[in-house]
């Protein structure tokens, strides 16, 4: 019996001992990002007696796989400093393990995530059309299209260059909207060759070559014996049209203020044709053929029509192409088409992926047959939480503009990471399309200078602050001044619109009309311009006697 009371009382001495003991991991904390080479302290606490090393572990979030060893043994005095996340570690959610070497006392982070750095959208321009594979005719019209990345000047210039790229062959246009696509009319007197096609701004900050094509002459075509000879062309004598429209052909509904490619066959279709719109059999609008250049495709040819939003309602619409005196080289389609007042609007940028809060991006999107107005919103992909406008009152046409990501026109709350999409409503609500989803990437601020405690008046104040990698463009620094119940409010801007990181700033003396307050708590307050109610760090209080 006693020997039994014995273990006992040991079993609680030892146990009391044990769970005397306690560490408690504070650096990296639930939530915290850190960037893929940067550099860390990890720190902890630690209650009761214990071993003095421990060692650090790096594990998946589910603590059960072990990633990396950090430390085989170190001081356990509460800190191991200067930790930088090896370029091999996969981004990821992960804890941190900290852990006696005696394996007795231990403890895990919470769950943070290890991503790579965002790095702002360096504006770029890629040549897709001519590629390698181009094979150009001599006096057809081809289409030069391009990509672009990031923000860059609204127009560009085109030049047909030789095939290393290094002079110039041929100015094709010297001053055209960089929308991405422009049609050529190929000279017949283009020698044939190997060349490449430059796509450059204006500004010239943004040039980029195409791969190296050919151009080369028209095929012969034999045509049959038994042809018509014209005073201006050669038809074959055929019961068909030179000439055959595709689409519309009839049975269509276009809706007012859309795209569509008018398409059609045609035998010379490299001349730029003549294009009406025909009504009841009455031709209300009429393109070309000046500056009406058609796209090949697929065996055919292609306009791009914005189906103007004044055209009246119906179903008894017609397109009628021509291309000379002569009936085969005309056609028309073959049944009515409807044009529709349905309204719609399509959001086609942004198109997805992660947009950094600061960088600017552009928002475009389609309004068919909406006039005036339009609203522009972000909203949560989840539908939670509510719609913030971003814009309001936008002329729908033109449909686009350049937004900062985190700036709202009145504020709300981004949360980083969190996924989203655009809306864009007309100004009565009737209509409304929506992006695709994408995340916002928020970086953070931290006043680290000056810290707490009292300061004299005309003392020198060294203000420091640090930003997490992704963020762009400049703050404001503002002195907030502490008033009754806990309120506080701005009593002074300090420095506007800078990128400097380290300043100084001297408490005004106690003389002039305007005396500095005294006997009251201040802080310095960082924020971004670009995204002042987003992106927003407040220092440490302190008091100025």
Known sequence: MKRSLMLIAIFMVTSFIVFGQSITVTSPAAGNEWIISSTHDITW????????????????????????????????NGIFRDWTIPSTISPGDYIVKVKTVDNAVEDDSGVFSIRREVLEEIPSIN????????????GRTKTISWTKIGTMDSRVKIHLMNEAGTS????????????????????????????????????????KNSQIFNITTLPTITLPESTVVETRRVLPESSGPVIRVVYPNGGETLTRGSRVEIRWECVDGFNPPRIKIQKNGRTIREYGPSRLYPVPSRGGYIWPWFVPSDLAPG??????????????????????????????????????????????KIIRWRAGGVEGNVNVHLQRADGRGGDQLIRS????????????????????????????????????????????????????LEVTSPGSGRKRLEDTLSIRWNNSPGFHGNVNVILEQQRERGTFTEYQTLFTNTHDKSLSWRIPPDHGLDPFPTGRNYRIVVRSVRCPNLIIARGAWFEVR
């Open 393 to 444: 009152n936008v002329p729908a046409t033109p449909s686009h503009f350049l937004w900062y990501v985190g700036a709202l026109e009145r504020a709300g709350t981004i949360i980083s990471r969190e996924n989203y999409k655009i809306i864009v409503s007309s100004a009565d609500g009737s209509v409304s399309g929506e992006s695709n989803s994408f995340q916002i990437i928020v970086p953070t």
């Open 315 to 360: 179903s008894d619409y017609k397109i009628r192409i021509e291309k000379g005196d002569f009936s085969r080289s005309n056609d028309k389609s073959d049944n009515n088409f409807t044009i529709s007042s349905d309204l719609n609007i399509e959001v086609v940028e942004p198109r997805g992926g992660g947009l950094v809060a600061t960088n600017g």
């Open 127 to 138: 040549v897709t059309s001519p590629s390698s594979s181009s094979r150009w005719e001599r």
């Open 45 to 76: 606490s630690k209650t009761g007696d214990m071993n003095e090393f421990v060692k650090i572990r790096l594990f998946d979030r589910t603590g059960t796989i072990r990633v990396l060893a950090i430390a085989d043994r170190t001081a356990n």
């Open 168 to 207: 110039e062959v041929l100015a094709i246009i010297a001053n055209t909207p960089n929308d991405e696509n422009h049609p050529w009319p190929i000279p017949g007197t283009l020698s044939a060759g190997r060349y490449r096609v430059r796509v450059q701004t204006l500004d010239n900050r943004v040039t």
